[in-house]
C-alpha cells in the first residue's frame, strides 16, 4: 500500500496491481484480492487477480511452503509480464525484510553476507523478469508512519504474526530474543556488515576481472585459476556460477566446486537445477 502511493504521489500511472491469492487464510485471502481490485477501480489502474491453491502443490509437487508459494509468484509474474508486455516488477521489499534475509541466508550457509538487491533478474518459464526493490532501504516502522501520516489503510497478513516458517520465526523470536540479549535493535548492524561484505565482493569481483581467468568460450581457464589463493578461488567459481544464473549457492558447494580445480577424484559436481559444474582439457565449464 505504501509503495502504491508513493508511486501515485510521484506522478507515475501506468501501473499494473499484481495479486495472487495463495488460498492460505480463507476468507482472509479472498478480502485481500477484493481490496486489490477496488484499488484498481479506485485510481484506475489495470489490475490482475489469479488465485492458486499452494497447499494442493505441496502436496502434489513436495517443497516447502514458502518456495512453492515464491515459486508460484515468479510463474504469475510471467503471466502478467507477457500480456502487458513489461517484465518490470516493482515489490514492497523494506529494511526488516532484509536484515532476516540476511540472518536466513547466513544461517543456512550461504557465501556470505547474502541479501536482496534493488534490482535482480530472474529467468522464469523462458521470460526474464527484472524484480525492483525501491523501499530496501526504509524501515518497516518508517513505513507504518507514512500510512498513519498520509491516513492509508491497508491489510495486515495475520499470518505473519504466526510461527510457521523459518521466516517467521525469525521475524517473531530471533530476532526480539537478539534485540532483548544485546539489548538495542540488531538490524541496523545485520545491515551494515551486508554492505560492508557486499561492498569487499564488488571489490574480489573487479580484480577477478582483470585476471582474465576464462577462454575465448567464457569457460574457467584451469591453469589460471588453480594458482589463485583458496579465498580468491572460491569468490571466482561464486562468480561464474552467478553469471551463469545459479541458485542456492552455499559455502558447501563452492567447496564441492574447488575439488575439480586442486583434485582429480572428480570430474564433475551437482548443481542446483539439474546442471553440472565439470572439468575437461583444462577447462572448468557447466553443462
Known amino acids: 500500500m505504501a509503495l502504491l502511493h508513493l508511486l501515485l504521489d510521484e506522478g507515475y500511472h501506468n501501473i499494473v496491481l499484481c495479486h495472487l491469492n495463495h488460498s492460505l487464510r480463507g476468507r482472509a485471502s479472498g478480502h485481500d484480492a477484493a481490496l486489490v481490485s477496488r484499488l484498481g477501480k479506485k485510481y484506475n489502474l489495470q489490475y490482475e487477480i489469479e488465485k492458486v491453491d499452494v497447499a494442493k502443490r505441496i502436496l502434489q509437487i513436495g517443497g516447502s511452503m514458502e518456495l512453492v508459494a515464491r515459486n508460484a509468484r515468479h510463474q504469475?509474474?510471467?503471466?502478467?509480464?507477457?500480456?502487458?508486455?513489461?517484465?518490470?516488477i516493482l515489490l514492497a521489499h523494506h529494511a526488516d525484510d532484509q536484515a532476516e534475509t540476511?540472518?536466513?541466508?547466513l544461517l543456512r550457509g550461504s557465501y556470505g553476507l547474502k541479501g536482496m538487491h534493488f534490482s535482480t533478474t530472474h529467468h522464469v518459464e523462458g521470460?526474464?523478469?527484472?524484480?525492483?526493490r525501491p523501499?530496501?532501504?526504509?524501515?518497516?516502522?518508517?513505513?507504518?508512519?507514512?500510512?498513519?501520516?498520509?491516513?492509508?489503510?491497508?491489510?495486515d497478513d495475520a499470518s505473519n504474526a504466526e510461527s510457521i516458517t523459518t521466516r517467521n520465526r525469525l521475524r517473531?523470536?530471533?530476532m526480539?530474543?537478539?534485540?532483548?540479549?544485546?539489548?538495542?535493535?540488531?538490524?541496523?548492524?545485520?545491515?551494515?556488515?551486508?554492505?560492508?561484505?557486499?561492498?569487499?565482493?564488488?571489490?574480489?569481483?573487479?580484480?577477478?576481472?582483470?585476471?582474465?581467468?576464462?577462454?575465448p568460450q567464457g569457460r574457467l581457464f584451469l591453469p589460471k585459476i588453480a594458482k589463485l589463493s583458496p579465498a580468491m578461488r572460491s569468490s571466482a567459481i561464486h562468480?561464474?556460477?552467478?553469471?551463469?544464473?545459479?541458485s542456492d549457492i552455499t559455502s558447501e558447494l563452492l567447496a564441492k566446486?574447488?575439488?575439480?580445480?586442486?583434485?582429480?577424484?572428480?570430474?564433475?559436481?551437482?548443481?542446483?537445477?539439474?546442471?553440472?559444474?565439470?572439468?575437461?582439457?583444462?577447462?572448468i565449464f557447466i553443462s
Request: aromatic share 8%; hydrophobic share 35%.
Open 176 to 215: 526480539p530474543l537478539l534485540h532483548e540479549i544485546m539489548g538495542r535493535e540488531v538490524r541496523p548492524a545485520i545491515l551494515k556488515a551486508a554492505s560492508a561484505s557486499r561492498a569487499q565482493q564488488e571489490a574480489i569481483t573487479n580484480t577477478l576481472e582483470s585476471l582474465e581467468l576464462y577462454d
Open 76 to 88: 504469475f509474474f510471467v503471466s502478467c509480464a507477457r500480456k502487458y508486455r513489461c517484465n518490470r
Open 135 to 155: 523501499l530496501l532501504k526504509v524501515t518497516r516502522g518508517e513505513i507504518n508512519d507514512y500510512l498513519e501520516t498520509h491516513k492509508i489503510s491497508y491489510r
Open 257 to 283: 566446486c574447488d575439488g575439480l580445480i586442486i583434485g582429480k577424484a572428480i570430474a564433475k559436481v551437482n548443481l542446483p537445477g539439474g546442471r553440472f559444474l565439470r572439468r575437461k582439457e583444462k577447462r
Open 239 to 246: 562468480h561464474y556460477l552467478k553469471q551463469h544464473h545459479v
Open 102 to 105: 540476511v540472518l536466513f541466508n
Open 127 to 132: 521470460k526474464e523478469l527484472e524484480l525492483q
Open 172 to 174: 517473531n523470536e530471533a
